[in-house]
């Protein structure tokens, strides 16, 4: 099987930079993803990793070490808009593969 | 817009009812994926179809049955509901949902589901 821990939700300020850290444990890992979804809507592609180190996308940055089963996404110049849940997921090397998702960080970006 | 689309965007039915919750696809993808959301809680992944046969099935009720057509278009079909079904399916789609390449889902809007 497999574990994927996120916080629950965390708080930041418009203008900030925000960590949300992503745990896994499981075999045949073929990659890591994350996903934004505001609330009641579809979510959305935000990064994705399957070697070790850090992507740069914009304001968004993802980092994955395979040997620690950790990731982070990193979001710089917090907008009110980035207000949404984050969501980390893991896919395994099983030939035809689904996502399995977490259950989501909620970011809440105060002014 | 994903190019996923999902129908009916809403549907509310009693309990015991059966429902039929449809997809179709970004244009030329193979995989169809099916997730349930329930309030507060993540994606739960139900079932993945490739090219019109099932692949992976996940924790999918056996209540609930699937299945993509030859145009590749998919239909969820939800039976005997309970007010716990109340939730919203996702359906997303890839390009071969194979290791061959990334494997970016792209999700439709999703169905919201009350039973009441």
């Known amino acids: 099987g497999q574990n994927i821990d996120q916080p629950t939700e965390m708080t930041a300020t418009e203008g900030a930079i925000v960590q949300i850290n992503c745990t896994y444990q499981?075999?045949?890992?073929?990659?890591l993803f994350w996903y934004q979804q505001h609330a009641g809507e579809a979510p959305t592609f935000l990064s994705y990793?399957?070697?070790?180190g850090l992507e740069e996308k914009g304001r968004f940055s993802s980092f994955l070490s395979r040997s620690k089963g950790y990731s982070y996404l990193l979001l710089k110049e917090l907008q009110m808009k980035d207000s949404a849940s984050y969501l980390c997921?893991?896919?395994?090397?099983?030939?035809?593969?689904?996502?399995?998702f977490g259950t989501g960080t909620r970011l809440l970006v105060s002014p | 817009d994903s190019g996923v689309t999902q129908t009916p965007k809403h549907l509310i039915t009693a309990t015991g009812q059966r429902v039929t919750l449809r997809c179709s696809p970004r244009?030329?993808?193979?995989?169809v994926y099916w997730y349930q959301q329930s309030l507060d809680q993540g994606l739960q992944f139900l079932i993945q179809?490739?090219?019109?046969?099932?692949?992976a099935k996940g924790n999918i009720l056996e209540r609930f049955s699937a299945q993509q057509f030859p145009d590749l278009h998919s239909e969820l079909n939800l039976s005997s509901l309970e007010l716990g079904d109340s939730a919203l399916y996702f359906c997303?789609?890839?390009?071969?949902?194979?290791?061959?390449?990334?494997?970016?889902?792209?999700f439709g809007e999703g169905s919201r589901l009350t039973v009441l």
């Open positions: 990793n399957v070697l070790d």
């Open positions: 179809y490739y090219n019109g046969e099932e692949r």
């Open positions: 244009s030329g993808d193979l995989s």
């Open positions: 997303a789609s890839s390009e071969t949902g194979t290791s061959m390449n990334t494997g970016e889902l792209f």
């Open positions: 997921a893991v896919r395994r090397n099983t030939g035809f593969q689904k996502l399995v």
């Open positions: 499981t075999s045949g890992f073929n990659g």
